[in-house]
């Protein structure tokens, strides 16, 4: 494969099927590169794909695709997980390794951030010993040359023997050339495989040693597999490849490394790895030219502050009020908006629909208290979700994320683990299933599973639901603040969760690393706008899937044995009773609340979809009159007006400016659902707290349980993640309910 | 509760938990996706 650009398709069903046989040429180029070196921007830019790009280390796991057409070639990217080489100790480094070496892509598009070249060649140099061709992506070389960085594009060219084109993933210039040079071989330029760097007399010697004995003992690996590759792989003693190869024959390899040794030491990987690094510290030097006096930036004068010592933490946890604030205030109105419209509108138009089929009565039941009720109860939040997944989104892009995980880098040690696994739990306020799954950035099991045990434990979107429906009824007030003291109180119980464990399961030191803070940037509307769509989209799957499909069978639980009459003595009201002593303590001891909480086990956002089912009927039944379609269709016009406009004025009210909104107001929008105003009737506001802190806690639901299974092919861990958390969950809902009746706040 | 009833209750519930298994159970493997819609395994 090595220097060939044109692959010709399989044989498709069209020529199994005799008909005139369509020849389009494809070229699979793997695009590789270090975290944040803007490999999935670049991907965006040139394909239209919508990947998910974050502004941190850690994000991009997954292999992804795209595929398109240009000038006639069919280009298939493969966009390979961030690695800053190739050696096999990470899940990253192992997939693209793995990629490289046994799909062996046409192209290599290795993205380079310009504004840290040297550490970028690395892997550069790791990549130009696969032997497939390779272009360069000089990317971000728009902010290089805002820094004053002048690099000799043509030198760099020359001395590696590769094509490098500079480009700007974000202002989309240099594309264009890439795929050009992508696509050249079409025109007979193909390009050329890079460069054989020399890596000093010694290795090459061994090296060479090593090939001969390969030409007569193994001739096989040698066209198997990259012959430089293997060789140096070889040479440094990579159990990987000597266990693929199965290269057990080490007096092969001892009398080849003999003089090695002797000169070098045993640790002839780390001698690779410093002839790897000085081979890119050389390059640099050749082709980059700094400014004598760097400018002080921008991105240092922010850090001085937000990394302080002593402020770092407050910062953050400012950062997290002014973002849960924000996220309350602005899209309270417009859920309580979908509220009313699901309550009133859409449940008179499925009645009017299904009486007009004649539809049986209970369907009607169904349909209304069951499918609209439940999954409504959920949707409402929509809006919610989708404000905090852009301003997480916003805080990822900016830059500052990375920066949180470095602030709690210290508290993080203080459990065992590093800066890096808070990537993960930062992630989690999202949803704890993709958390679950990026854990496996992390290099070694222990960090893995630790990681992953503490990930339920950060507050997902899907509980956001419960919180609000909890804090509308009765903090209509202090929603901010309420909000943000359960994300709180998730981390704080996450540390001190880590620390157990650190003393019992997972004893021995934090491993240490060094992470990577990318510059401040300020991401650019379409990008939020994408992103957040991609994080919140999940949310609606969930709503359209599991709890359409958990709403209805939860109606049926409530409905069964037929004909029951109070739902206290359905299947689900009677296992509901059966469990509500032991949450009696919690100050919610009732079957409509532990019902709710079974069937939330699921995913936690049905609870709030049950408890719709549960009490909205009661509430419903005292309204007598139904409006007119037309009344309806004023109500959803006038109210979406009005929405809009609250949410406008809560964003100024949050900074302070003088608002509108009063606490009238608040306590207006707070009994107007039904179900807020039957929640007020069986909660107090200290077991609603408790209650909500319960579903903060309590364990994780099924999805992230699958997850967990996924991720390490054991129940183990997912076992010990359920019984720790209900323990803790029921604890610290009595802490919070018996507690606070002691300190005087009401039972 | 009639037989016609009976056999709607029990076709909906199918369908409910076949689309509870399918979301839950069926997608092994965790991809977002890519610009084709598809999710390459090796």
Known sequence: MNGQTVVKEQESPMK??????????????????NPNAGKSTLINAIAGSRLHVGNWPGVTVEKKE???????????????????????????????????????????????????????????????????????????????????YRIDVAQMEKMLGIPVIPTSATKKTGLDQLLEVAVSGEKGQQVAAPHQLNYGEDIEAAAELIAGSLRNSHPGLLERYPTRWLLLKLVEGDAEVQKTTNLTDQSLLSEALYHLRRAHGEDLEAVLAEVRYSLATGLTREVLKKPELPRTEVTEKIDRI??????????????????????????????????TMIAGPFKHWAEALLGLIHAPEWTVS?????????TGNVLVFVPMIFAMMFFITFLEGSGYMARAAFVMDRAMHAIGLHGKSFIPMLLGFGC???????????????????????????????????????????????????????????IVLAIVMGFIFKKTLFRGDAPMFIMELPPYRVPSLKSLMIHTWEKGKHFLVKAGTYVLAVSIMVWFLLNLPWGVEHKRDSYLGQVGAAVAPALSPL?????????????????????????GEIYVKKAEEKKAEKPTFAQDLQTAGSGLVKALGESVNNVTSTFGVSSLSTAEDAEKLAERTPL?????????????????????????CVVAAVAMVQEFGTWKWYGIAFGYQMVLAWSMALLVYQGGKLLGFGG | MGISDMIIATVILAGASY?????????????HGSCDGSCHKK
């Open chain 1, 16 to 33: 199994r099927g005799n008909l005139r046989p369509v020849e389009q040429r494809v070229v699979t180029i793997a695009v590789a590169g």
């Open chain 1, 66 to 148: 795209a595929s398109f057409d240009y000038q006639g070639t069919k280009i298939r990217l493969v966009d390979l997980p961030g690695t800053y080489s190739l050696s096999p100790y990470t899940q990253e480094e192992i997939i693209a390794r793995d990629y490289l070496v046994e799909e062996r892509p046409d192209l290599i598009l290795n993205v380079v951030d310009a504004t840290n070249l040297e550490r970028n060649l690395y892997l550069t140099v790791q990549l130009m010993e696969l032997g497939i061709p390779v272009v360069m992506a000089l990317n971000i070389y728009d902010e290089a040359q805002a820094k004053g």
């Open chain 1, 306 to 339: 937000v990394l302080h010592r002593v402020f770092g933490i407050p910062i953050f946890l400012a950062a997290m009020w002014i973002m849960f604030k924000l996220t309350f205030d602005v899209s309270k109105p417009l859920a309580d908006w979908i509220s």
């Open chain 1, 366 to 374: 169904l349909a209304t208290d069951g499918i609209i009720a439940g």
């Open chain 1, 432 to 490: 704890n299933v993709p958390a679950i799954y990026a854990t496996r950035t992390l290099e070694n099991p222990r960090d893995k599973a630790l990681t992953a045990l503490l990930v339920p434990l950060m507050s997902c979107g899907a509980r956001l639901p419960v919180y609000v429906v909890f804090i509308g009824a009765f903090f209509p007030k202090n929603g901010g603040t309420v909000l943000w003291s359960l994300y709180v109180m998730g």
């Open chain 1, 587 to 611: 100050g919610f001891g009732s079957w409509e609340a532990s019902s709710s909480l079974i069937a939330g086990l699921v995913a936690k956002e049905i609870v709030v979809g049950t408890m």
């Open chain 1, 676 to 700: 807020r105003e039957e929640l007020k009737k069986q909660f107090t506001p200290l077991a609603a707290y408790a209650f909500i802190t319960f579903v903060l806690l309590y364990m994780p």
């Open chain 2, 19 to 31: 689309l509870l298994y399918h979301s839950l159970w069926k997608k092994k493997g965790h991809c």
